[in-house]
């Protein structure tokens, strides 16, 4: 079956290739054509008493063989595009696809040999992720002007947002307020911010790699293998117990962090969680399957790739990835300004969208209506904070990074924005996270409890998924409201069996869509209600349950 769909897909890409090459050659025979009679009738008119004007032809065949590079070039940008596509599509199949088993093998033949196969498929680092040279979507996109201007119309809305937050300041103060108050609150106290990254940071540079050297220079000599794997393994949990999850809570919350500041710290923990726990599970299967097959015992991971990792934009370890030859520093300069200009996007988002529509809501008094209005009042800030996440995050910081360390593998999302079903976008959203779920969470639970809990293994996704998420959250806002944990689970499990890809047709991407916004703004709309509740109802000396309750439930009884 991966045959016949290689084979396949390799005649579809030679096909659009080749179209694509006739295309161009076509274009370029019927362009050379008018060119050369266009050149004749100059030729012919720049003929006078017998003489021809040779610098006037020579300088139309320099400017023919240049209009004619320029179409080589495009023609091998072509080609380059088809065929990058159909190697992207060849190689996402064939990762999904199970091992073909002959047909003549008995049944209970092919079931001890399948357990077999699952129990070892997951253990080389060359079963997972393939990593190649590859650019970004919207790299490519943006060199089409019709997608290009719709990047013109955001600049344009931001340029009418500040415009209107200015005009609003001078008639209510008299004056132009340029403070940014928000922004100066929100990423407030930042030295303990670098501080406590800088202590996450080392202590996962060290203690891993020391504890995998640690383990990895007995093994191959030690009769107790397992009660070694135990005992390193135990050490690497209670370091990421303590050292990388308590420490920095701890942090957080006695230091009274604000929210920026909050997000950036947890948000680096987790990163650095998952980067640690990929960098032990591959190297710890290299080394034990290379130790049953040949007795031999691996050179250990350079520290040199193993720091590099920590830096780069991807949380699949590899000794190696592909690398450009050389930084566009223009390029690193560009996507941090951009990251920048959504900042301030977000800031006269909230200041002008989101403020004036909280701020004195939990003085009103509660009815259906107001929560409805609420929900729809908050779509538009939503989707555009979804948007400005997206495009900052995904696509600018981490291609200035991928820049900056000449990683060569750009693709960190999918066009997410086609789906038909929200299993899709679930895939393409966010490839890098979504890697790391795919490879440490479902192939290895699929790995431990065989095939036939592939629903269990995809629960298991979503339930890692959504705490992560509403933990975030949590922590950030300083308060415990598990609206995200259920949409996630509820809304989002069901929509992935409903949604499925076997959904096609522009109708389902509409759904999927509406879908999207309306969630969104459920999502704005209940957490800035808790928020403002929380600002306007104090509480002194909570009880556990206290803490637990929604305030925005409760907080009208009190104003």
Request: charged share 15%; glycine share 4%.
């Amino acid at each position: 079956m991966a045959q016949r769909l290689s084979l396949k897909l390799m005649a579809s890409g030679t096909t659009m290739a080749l179209r694509s090459r006739r295309i161009s050659a076509k274009s370029l025979e019927d362009d050379g054509v008018r060119t050369s009679e266009g050149l004749g009738e100059e030729y012919g008119r720049s003929v006078s008493n017998g003489k021809v004007d040779a610098d006037y032809v020579i300088n139309k065949k320099i400017q023919l063989k240049q209009k004619a590079e320029q179409m080589k070039n495009d023609l091998l940008r072509q080609i380059d595009s088809h065929f990058n596509h159909f190697v992207d599509n060849l190689i996402d199949e064939s990762t999904t696809l199970d091992s073909s088993i002959p047909p003549f093998i008995s049944a209970s033949t092919t079931k001890e040999h399948a357990v077999m196969a699952n129990r070892h498929a997951r253990a080389p680092p060359e079963k997972g992720k393939h990593f190649m040279s590859r650019r970004s979507l919207l790299d490519e996109l943006f060199q089409v002007n019709h997608i290009r201007t719709i990047y013109h119309m955001f600049i344009a809305l931001l340029i009418l947002f500040i415009v209107s937050t200015l005009v609003m300041d001078f008639i209510d103060e008299g004056r132009l307020v340029l403070d940014f108050d928000l922004l100066v609150y929100a990423f407030g106290r930042f030295p303990i911010v670098i501080s406590t990254w800088l202590c996450m940071f080392l202590s996962t540079l060290l203690v891993p790699y020391g504890l995998f050297l640690q383990w990895a220079s007995g093994y191959q000599a030690t009769k107790h293998r397992v009660l070694r794997t135990l005992f390193f393994g135990a050490l690497f949990v209670l370091f990421q117990t303590l050292g990388l999850w308590a420490a920095p809570l701890y942090t957080v919350i006695h230091f009274h962090l604000p929210p920026a500041s909050r997000f950036i710290v947890i948000l680096e923990q987790v990163r650095l969680m998952m980067k640690a726990h990929s960098f032990i599970r591959e190297n710890f299967s290299t080394v034990a399957v290379n130790s049953e097959k040949n007795g031999d015992m691996l050179p250990a991971p350079q520290f040199s790739h193993y720091l590099y990792f920590l830096f780069a934009p991807t949380l699949i370890y590899r000794d190696s990835y592909p690398r450009n030859p050389t930084i566009r520093w223009s390029y690193v300069a560009t996507k941090f300004a951009q990251v920048l200009g959504c900042l301030f996007y977000a800031y006269y988002i909230f200041m002008r969208l989101c403020i004036p529509l909280f701020r004195n809501i939990s003085r009103e008094p509660f009815s259906l209506k107001v929560l409805v209005l609420c929900i729809f009042n908050s779509i538009l800030p939503g989707v555009l904070v979804l948007f400005l996440a997206f495009f900052a995050f995904l696509h600018c910081w981490l291609n200035a990074f991928a820049e900056m360390l000449r990683f060569a593998d750009r693709m960190f999302y999918k066009d997410w924005w086609n789906s038909t079903s929200f299993a899709n976008y679930y895939r393409t959203w966010n490839v890098v996270v979504h890697d790391w779920l795919y490879y440490y969470a479902y192939k290895d639970f699929l790995w431990l409890f065989t095939h036939r809990f592939r629903a269990a293994a995809m629960l298991s996704v979503f339930t890692v998924s959504a705490v992560v998420h509403e933990y975030v959250l949590a922590v950030c806002f300083g308060f415990f409201y598990p609206v995200l944990f259920c949409l996630f689970m509820c809304f989002g499990m069901a929509f992935n069996f409903v949604l499925h890809d076997r959904r096609k047709g522009p109708v389902w991407n509409v759904l999927m869509w509406t879908s999207l916004f309306l969630g969104q703004g459920m999502i704005v709309c209940l957490y800035s209600q808790e928020w403002y509740a929380h600002q306007h109802c104090p509480l002194t000396n909570p009880s556990f349950l206290e803490l637990l309750k929604p305030r925005s439930w409760t907080c009208r009884l009190h104003s």
